[in-house]
T-cell receptor, first 116, second 111 residues
Framework: GAVVSQHPSWVICKSGTSVKIECRSL??????MFWYRQFPKQSLMLMAT?????????EQGVEKDKFLINHASLTLSTLTVTSAHPEDSSFYIC????????????FGEGSRLTVL | GEDVEQSLFLSVREGDSSVINCTYT??????LYWYKQEPGAGLQLLTY?????DMKQDQRLTVLLNKKDKHLSLRIADTQTGDSAIYFC???????????FGTGTQLKVEL
């Protein structure tokens, strides 16, 4: 099956710094990727839809200046958490839309961000 | 709006069958999915069903869809300890590609 890789898998940073998380589709091209946030023991919350070559579409309540998304190529989308605060600590998961007609999403392994 | 609900926790003994239930509200769902999440990991697609199907079987997994009641279930036959994980149902509705995820059911398999 298709493989999606996230990097880093775990990052610890200080408050006020920015952190970039990468999401790569390794063996297929993904024009659409999604970024989710997951709190402990909770479901996935869609943050934004990342479209290659255009601006991301953010869900209501998600600050676009806080969570910068760039989808510069067909295999890479990045999420940058700017001026991170402890409340940004979370598990961030990306997914890439497959090329089949079932709308299957392939998920990355997730990136755990801890802001001190 | 879209709302997908699941029970939070299910415990079964090894070898028994597990049934995880999911209810949704959006009648325009086109595809419904079951994902498995192990601790600290991303989501793994287990199976999916198209909205015009009632049932789909894939080895130990059986998906039942009652579109009238907007009820989806996942049955895992001969449940093993390796099946312990959180299971999410998800629906795709309308013409877009966004998925709405359920609240997740933690399955614990005991010896």
């Amino acid at each position: 099956g298709a493989v999606v890789s996230q990097h880093p898998s775990w990052v610890i940073c200080k408050s006020g710094t920015s952190v970039k998380i990468e999401c790569r589709s390794l063996d297929f091209q993904a024009t659409t990727m999604f970024w989710y946030r997951q709190f402990p023991k909770q479901s996935l919350m869609l943050m934004a839809t990342s479209n290659e070559g255009s601006k991301a579409t953010y869900e209501q309540g998600v600050e676009k200046d806080k969570f910068l998304i760039n989808h510069a190529s067909l295999t890479l989308s990045t999420l940058t958490v700017t001026s991170a605060h402890p409340e940004d600590s979370s598990f961030y998961i990306c997914s890439a839309l497959g090329t089949g007609n079932t709308g299957e999403l392939f998920f990355g392994e997730g990136s755990r961000l801890t802001v001190l | 709006g879209e709302d997908v609900e699941q029970s939070l926790f299910l415990s079964v003994r090894e070898g028994d069958s597990s049934v995880i239930n999911c209810t949704y509200t959006d009648s325009s769902s086109t595809y419904l999915y079951w994902y498995k999440q192990e601790p600290g990991a991303g989501l793994q697609l287990l199976t999916y069903i198209f909205s015009n199907m009632d049932m789909k079987q894939d080895q130990r997994l059986t998906v039942l869809l009652n579109k009238k009641d907007k009820h989806l279930s996942l049955r895992i036959a001969d449940t093993q300890t390796g099946d312990s994980a959180i299971y999410f149902c998800a629906e795709k509705a309308g013409g877009g590609n966004k998925l709405t995820f359920g609240t997740g059911t933690q399955l614990k398999v005991e010896l």
